[in-house]
């Protein structure tokens, strides 16, 4: 722990102080706006009523809580010469990203076999994927997070070392590598075995029972959209994550030593990570037509709102009785298999039209720290 200090005070202007709270904002910025987004699309008609949709909307929940409570503390240890929020928080902020990273995990395995039922068993699989049973399963997924990250609450302290206040691992070495090989092994392992069968055997058959060059029915070419969505999202989700558990396995079962070399990859390992609860709104925009339109309404009906209130604070003292506003902003969105179907803003009350589609030292902290996710 000594050699971790004195390597990091060689010098006392580090360029990351700077570059890494740049990206943790742009980070922060791009996870609160883009899952904010999906889940006013998701919301915006009041109900979501099919399985997907409850899924992408659980796993919008999860990622948006990581971002709004785990990034910004985490951002602090490379501006921060110390923890400065607490030993609460020190538990708390751990805790919800292990909580967080198993919800998304489990949620994408939850999918995978829902997709799967989907195509594969279109009839049968819909007295199973119904709503209901999509609660049962969110109400699952979370529970189950709840017990693999609980221990986490305790693996984190906040205590002084070397004049600094840290957030540390407490626990014993032998039990930190234990728990760190469950994490590796139930949040990853597992679940991308999982999501791997599974849609390799949904690929399997799409290419195999449907004639690709034949013309399909529109039901399976929704099903085949939402499925390519899904699973862009699902291998985003492995990608990102492997660098954070392979430096970890590193720092157990390997050679990691601390320098300025294994010091970046730690770095670029959690912005890999974090990054990943920011993309999935991207992959949304980019892949599926009827959230790009959701997202464009919902930017429609801000912009009217925004003129209307520019109306009413302009108008002048000698029109007060004059009613001087947009006409109501309504939007009613509903994707259901690949399917969302929007009415849009409308200027006019009177004649609304609708749309619808068919498919110290900084270092030193962050050294001390090595070990926090």
């Not at 805790?95 to 009839?123: G, K």
């Not at 699952?140 to 840290?166: A, K, M, R």
């Not at 529109?218 to 390519?228: D, G, I, L, N, W």
Request: net charge positive.
């Amino acid at each position: 722990m000594n050699v971790s200090v004195q390597i990091s005070s060689q010098d006392s202007c580090h360029p990351e102080s700077v570059l890494i709270p740049v990206l943790y904002s742009l980070i922060f910025l791009v996870g609160t706006v883009g899952n904010s987004l999906v889940l006013a699309v998701l919301l915006r008609n009041g109900k979501v009523n099919n399985t997907t949709n409850l899924f992408i909307l659980n796993l919008g929940v999860a990622d948006l809580c990581f971002i709004i409570f785990c990034v910004p503390f985490q951002a602090t240890i490379y501006t921060l010469d110390s923890w400065v929020f607490g030993p609460f928080m020190c538990k708390a902020v751990h805790f919800f990203i292990y909580l967080t990273m198993y919800a998304s995990s489990f949620t994408l395995t939850t999918v995978s076999l829902d997709r799967y039922l989907a195509i594969r068993y279109p009839l049968r699989s819909r007295e199973l994927r119904t709503p209901k049973n999509a609660l049962l399963a969110i109400t699952l997924i979370w529970s189950l997070s709840l017990v693999f990250s609980g221990p986490y609450l305790s693996y984190y302290q906040e205590f002084q070392l070397s004049n600094l206040t840290v957030c540390h691992p407490v626990w014993q070495d032998s039990y930190r590598r234990a728990m760190d090989l469950c994490t590796f092994a139930f949040s990853y392992v597992i679940p991308v075995l999982i999501l791997s069968l599974t849609y390799a055997r949904t690929i399997r058959y799409l290419w195999t029972a449907v004639d690709p060059i034949e013309d399909m029915s529109e039901s399976k070419r929704a099903k085949r959209r939402v499925t390519r969505m899904i699973i862009i999202v699902a291998v985003l989700f492995c990608l990102c994550w492997l660098p954070h558990h392979l430096v970890i396995l590193c720092v157990w079962f390997g050679y990691f030593p601390l320098n300025n070399f294994t010091y970046a990859l730690r770095i670029l390992s959690h912005l890999v990570s974090y990054a990943n609860s920011c993309v999935n709104p991207v992959v949304y925009a980019l892949v599926s037509k009827h959230f790009r339109k959701g997202f464009r309404k919902i930017f429609r009906c801000l912009l009217l709102r925004q003129r209307a209130a520019n109306k009413v604070h302009t108008a002048p003292a000698t029109h007060v009785g004059v009613s001087t506003h947009e006409g109501p902003c309504t939007e009613v969105t509903h994707i259901s298999e690949g399917h969302l179907h929007c009415s849009a803003c409308c200027p006019d009350p009177g004649s609304p039209w609708k749309e619808t589609e068919r498919p110290g030292d900084k270092r030193a902290q962050s050294f001390i720290t090595f070990n926090v996710t």
